[in-house]
T-cell receptor, first 111, second 114 residues
Framework: GESVGLHLPTLSVQEGDNSIINCAYS??????FIWYKQESGKGPQFIID?????DKRQGQRVTVLLNKTVKHLSLQIAATQPGDSAVYFC??????????FGQGTTLQVKP | DSGVTQTPKHLITATGQRVTLRCSPR?????VYWYQQSLDQGLQFLIH???????AKGNILERFSAQQFPDLHSELNLSSLELGDSALYFC?????????????FGPGTRLTVT
């Protein structure tokens, strides 16, 4: 069935280093993927998205990579800052607009 | 601030009761989505409304129902509540439906069933 999962539950990085958060998806028909950030006590916040006809997309300090061959999605955060500490979710967008979320990876930034 | 508002922020109620959660989408957004977030299930899609009509259903229990009103606000009704219904309930909105339209999430309603 449909599922979007994350490889690691917790990622700890040093402030200033780059972070890479990974995600695997199982529905090869998916054509839209999104990364969300959720801080404690808040709702998910959109970070960046990518369509299946792309393999890379860049935003401000973030890059999303899509490898359709192995059904893998990653989020790269450059020069990680304490404010980046949060839970990160990948999600798969369906035709109806509904999102299927992965379990989430906690990013901890050490000063 | 995403522009999506949800009330109440917290809700504590007893098993067997019924509650209504309210969501106001961002101005101009026609689509409203409801999600449930629990520790063991993560973020789960419940239901989607577009301009007053139901568009998609996810893992929504029969005890739960939702609607979207002409002014585009939405309500999620949870009845015969069980302990396992304790969770965060998020509403999200987007300008229209389909892939590629960013969903903006509200701050959520934390439901505790005792």
């Amino acid at each position: 069935g449909e599922s979007v999962g994350l490889h690691l539950p917790t990622l700890s990085v040093q402030e200033g280093d780059n972070s890479i958060i990974n995600c695997a998806y199982s529905n090869s028909a998916s054509d839209y993927f999104i990364w969300y950030k959720q801080e404690s006590g808040k709702g998910p916040q959109f970070i960046i998205d990518i369509r299946s006809n792309m393999d890379k997309r860049q935003g401000q300090r973030v890059t999303v990579l899509l490898n359709k061959t192995v059904k893998h999605l990653s989020l790269q955060i450059a020069a990680t800052q304490p404010g980046d500490s949060a839970v990160y979710f990948c999600a798969e967008g369906g035709n109806t607009g509904k999102l299927i979320f992965g379990q989430g990876t906690t990013l901890q930034v050490k000063p | 601030d995403s522009g999506v508002t949800q009330t109440p922020k917290h809700l504590i109620t007893a098993t067997g009761q019924r509650v209504t959660l309210r969501c106001s989408p961002r101005s101009g957004d026609l689509s409203v989505y409801w999600y449930q977030q629990s520790l063991d299930q993560g973020l789960q899609f419940l239901i989607h409304y577009y301009n007053g009509e139901e568009r998609a259903k996810g893992n929504i229990l029969e005890r739960f129902s939702a609607q979207q009103f002409p002014d585009l606000h939405s309500e999620l009704n949870l009845s015969s509540l069980e302990l396992g219904d304790s969770a965060l309930y998020f509403c999200a909105s987007s300008v229209t439906t389909g892939n590629g339209y960013e969903q903006y999430f509200g701050p959520g309603t934390r439901l505790t069933v005792t």
